[in-house]
């Protein structure tokens, strides 16, 4: 096999080269690529003019240039106001199958005494009346690196998730507490479909379209129909619910030029002080395609002998919001949770007056 050799350009020993010290060549060394080579340096690409990285005068990298406001903005969802119509009533296991309520009708006739004649007998009929409970599930997980890259921009994984996990649990309450939950082995039903409620009343005029007098006259038929429901026990302290629609809020500034100027808020500010009004979206449409519109009677207990709650209507929920496990897996950590609700209770359905308040 042939055998190159390379002949011996220079040699120096360590002192000398300690002495000489380092290689300098000036810029008008006369000098060619063999000098260089015997120098030891073997760059042939210094032929051509050195040219370094482009540069930008005053570069700075942008986000080295920003600021963070503090929080973080969350998107919001449509209101969820089933609690403010109804409230909450904690009742019962997430477990159970039903959540029942006992009725008793009065059954009684007197008659005219006779020393020889019968006693006449009170009774009661009693029936029950039930509803099936429904339980949701929402559960999340953060991995470990989405963990550690959420929290280098700012985020808590963790948090957001489960704040995400309780509002999806809410949602789904909150759709049952206003439609029911319609299955085959269950009776659940919400707000707008309770079978004890009265039957809708068609309004006169629709209320976005109505004047002032009008106004006050659908108001006060629905008020004259509750206490015609009710027997004339009705009092002028009774705390009213008017449930309307969302985007009907402008009825209240309709004033009468009769009336000083005076706005349909102020008239019912005036005239009925402990009605309590609550805006919602579940109300549009919400009959065979028109809006519709509650008054009720907050807690109507005494109008009646019962010695259950004093509300018109509850929420029954056994469990709002439950942790049913979690994990910490080598990876991340998951963790699942639920909920359970049998929906409403009409309690009192002399207590309501409905109305659809839209054009056909």
């Known amino acids: 096999m042939a055998q190159t050799q390379s002949k011996v350009h220079m040699h120096m020993n360590g002192r000398l ?36 990285p ?66 006449p007998l009170a009774d009661y009929r009693q029936s029950i009346e039930s509803r099936g409970i429904v339980r949701f599930e929402q559960g999340f997980q953060v991995g470990k690196l989405e963990d550690a890259r959420q929290a280098a921009i700012g985020y808590q994984a963790t948090d957001e998730k489960r704040r995400a996990a309780t509002e999806s649990l809410d949602i789904s309450r909150n759709q049952v507490g206003f439609y029911g939950f319609n299955q085959p082995d269950t009776n659940v039903y919400g707000l707008l479909n309770d079978p004890s409620l009265p039957a809708f009343v068609s309004a006169t005029t629709p209320l976005l379209t109505a004047n002032f007098d009008q106004l006050v006259a659908e108001f006060t038929g629905m008020y004259n129909q509750l206490e015609t429901q009710m027997g004339g026990e009705l009092k002028d302290s009774a705390k009213l619910v008017l449930v309307l629609p969302t985007g009907y809020r402008s009825i209240f500034s309709v004033y009468s030029p009769a009336a000083s100027g005076m706005t349909f808020r102020q008239w019912l500010n005036e005239n009925f002080p402990n009605t309590r009004v609550v805006s919602t979206a579940e109300f549009k449409d919400a009959n065979g395609g028109l809006d519709v519109a509650y008054l009720f009677v907050e807690n109507a207990a005494d109008q009646d002998e019962s010695d259950i709650t004093g509300a018109s209507l509850i929420q029954a929920v056994p469990v709002r919001y439950q942790v049913l496990g979690s994990e910490n897996r080598i990876k991340g950590y998951i963790e699942d949770a639920i909920n359970a609700t049998a929906g409403i209770f009409v309690l009192r359905p002399w207590a309501f007056a409905r109305r659809t308040i839209s054009a056909a």
């Open 17 to 52: 080269a300690v002495q000489r010290g380092a290689v300098k060549v000036g810029k008008d060394a006369k000098i060619g690529f063999e000098d260089l080579d015997n120098l030891g340096v073997g760059l042939r690409a210094m032929d051509s003019a050195l040219t370094g």
């Open 54 to 119: 482009a540069v930008t005068n005053g570069a700075m990298l942008s986000h080295m240039l920003q600021t963070w406001l503090p929080g973080t903005l969350r998107v919001v969802t449509q209101v969820r106001n089933i609690d403010e119509i109804a409230g909450i009533t904690t009742v019962g296991r997430w477990e159970d199958e039903l959540i029942s309520l006992r009725v008793a009708e009065p059954a009684a006739k007197a008659e005219l005494y006779g020393d020889t004649t019968n006693i």
